[in-house]
């Protein structure tokens, strides 16, 4: 790969709450719309917009389902999505590994 780090970071995977969705599912697998909203502190329509962004990109998969008649939604990430965030780990390190002292 040529040319600095900075140009291989996902500009789709970068952004602050879309990285920490990122990170939280590839660790867990899944999780409902309500533990990624309490634990990234965002407001349901400031996720619900990251995960359709994500979603869009295949980087989700999200499940709508009811449960004692209750709705719920699960969130999935996908092999794209875990590639897509694997890269960016990635050149962010090779960031890291440039800077001094860091």
Sequence with gaps: MTGHPSTRLDDTVHQRVRL???TILAT?????FTY????LEVTDGNLGRHLEVLHQAGYVEI??????RRPRTWVSITRAGRR????H???LRQMIDEVPGA
């Design 20 to 22: 920490g969705i990122l």
């Design 28 to 32: 867990a697998g899944r999780a409902d």
């Design 36 to 39: 990624l909203r309490d634990n």
């Design 63 to 68: 499940e709508k389902t009811f449960e004692a």
């Design 84 to 87: 897509a965030l694997k890269g």
């Design 89 to 91: 780990i990635l050149a």
